[in-house]
């Protein structure tokens, strides 16, 4: 194991001693909690980057989104958001936040639109982006059926540790990687991403042929893991 992967495995295991040992208890119960990861790497122009976030500010507005919120058996979901580029280069832009209802995902599409751009460079580093969402699952005061990190980018892992590494961990605590490659720079990033990036359970990828089209692929995503909350549970 890297000097960095034991940094990370030993500071994981002090927030979840700390969390037991201050009694923290979370007591909302969700079908998801879902972290949204960003893309903000130095491939990622200011016109691409907006791309993104009315992509997803449009489908938490979307009625097919809340449907799917609906039809789990808790008819709720908890997420969050951040930016990414580099091993350590992360932003948490849009706090955790139950969505149950018209007027609560309202509300998170407009906090997305609100959140500005903090990172302009520094690598693709797709394996801090895991463990950062892996820490951020970790804060989100519910209790959730499913836990999923979702990841979008345009690049395949350039720098910090091995991404099947901090995909192999996440999965093992039942937690699932799921992919939304944007093949505008890499056009086979998704078989990339469906060889390294995605795992755990029902782990999928939905790719973008360019940025003009992921508003039509994270809608599609979002409703695809967020109705599978109503079906299938996940082990860990």
């Not at 910090?160 to 990687?177: C, K, L, M, P, Q």
């Amino acid at each position: 194991m890297s000097r960095w992967g034991g940094w990370f495995g030993r500071l994981l295991g002090l927030l979840a001693m700390l969390a037991v040992t201050a009694g923290v208890r979370a007591e909302t119960q969700v079908d998801l909690a879902l972290v949204l990861a960003v893309d903000a790497s130095g491939s990622v122009d200011m016109h691409r980057f907006e791309l993104q976030k009315q992509g997803y500010a449009a489908a938490f507005r979307n009625p097919r989104v809340l449907n799917a919120i609906r039809s789990g058996l808790n008819a709720s979901i908890a997420v969050t958001m951040f930016q990414w580029t580099g091993p350590r280069l992360q932003v948490h832009v849009v706090p955790w936040a139950v969505i149950k209802d018209a007027a609560s995902a309202n509300a998170f599409a407009a906090a997305i639109e609100a959140a500005p751009r903090q990172l302009f460079g520094g690598g693709t580093s797709i394996s801090g982006a895991i463990d950062y969402g892996r820490l951020l699952l970790l804060q989100s005061g519910v209790t959730p059926v499913r836990r999923v990190i979702d990841i979008s980018g345009d690049g395949s892992n350039n720098a910090g540790r091995s991404v099947t590494n901090a995909r192999d961990e996440a999965a093992r605590d039942g937690i699932g990687i799921n992919g939304l490659p944007i093949l505008s720079i890499e056009p086979g990033l998704d078989g990339y991403y469906r060889d390294y990036v995605i795992g755990g359970p029902g782990a999928f990828m939905v790719p973008a042929d360019s940025y003009d089209t992921f508003a039509d692929a994270i809608l599609k995503k979002l409703i695809t893991e967020i109705a599978a909350s109503a079906i299938k549970p996940s082990g860990g």
